[in-house]
T-cell receptor
């Protein structure tokens, strides 16, 4: 039973446009959400996070939106750059679970020049 | 550089052999996590340490797997009698401070032939 779902295995975007990566979760105990970026043969790199007390968090070109009622979050990358091409993982954790993040299966983003 | 160091980075072993991976986490942090990642999947939780105590283990961690964290510093993950299904990237992660974000090392690739 997947508690964190990324339903789009891949996404293709033109350089300079917006990339929107989506994530849904089922466990209402999750209260902290993270996005990671991963290149082949490397460990995941932390990008941005959001606590359930917020609905938006922004860091440079990256913005994460959280809709708690829908149990949905999204990562917006604006403007997208070819170097953003990677696999993006959504993760969620809860304060009652020793903050052990549960990950989605990832979305492969390709940004075309 | 996340400050989480893993070695070896790559290991090729014959089926039935034992392998051990080492993780040196961000110093002074008491939480340490092990994850496994296979192709097409997100990182899957294996086990979690708080100082030297192993507090949680996933059902993925069969009896052929053992993890230790002596003295609450570095950690080792040993796989005995390796099987081809153990081929994966093994990831170690640690938070940087009191926050809930975990940072991954570069990972250790295991190929069982």
């Amino acid at each position: 039973d997947q508690q964190v779902k990324q339903n789009s295995p891949s996404l293709s975007v033109q350089e300079g446009r917006i990339s929107i990566l989506n994530c849904d979760y089922t466990n209402s105990m999750f209260d902290y959400f993270l996005w990671y970026k991963k290149y082949p043969a490397e460990g995941p790199t932390f990008l941005i996070s959001i606590s359930s007390i917020k609905d938006k968090n922004e860091d440079g070109r990256f913005t994460v939106f959280l809709n708690k009622s829908a149990k949905h979050l999204s990562l917006h990358i604006v403007p997208s750059q070819p170097g953003d091409s990677a696999v993006y993982f959504c993760a969620a954790s809860g304060s009652r679970g020793s903050y052990i993040p549960t990950f989605g299966r990832g979305t492969s983003l390709i940004v075309h020049p | 550089d996340t400050g989480v160091s893993q070695n070896p980075r790559h290991k090729i072993t014959k089926r039935g052999q034992n392998v051990t991976f080492r993780c040196d986490p961000i110093s002074e942090h008491n939480r340490l996590y092990w994850y496994r990642q296979t192709l097409g999947q997100g990182p899957e939780f294996l086990t979690y340490f708080q100082n030297e105590a192993q507090l949680e283990k996933s059902r993925l961690l069969s009896d052929r797997f053992s993890a230790e964290r002596p003295k609450g510093s570095f950690s080792t993950l040993e796989i005995q009698r390796t099987e081809q299904g153990d081929s994966a990237m093994y990831l170690c992660a640690s938070p940087t401070g009191a926050g809930n974000t975990i940072y991954f090392g570069e990972g250790s690739w295991l190929t069982v032939v």
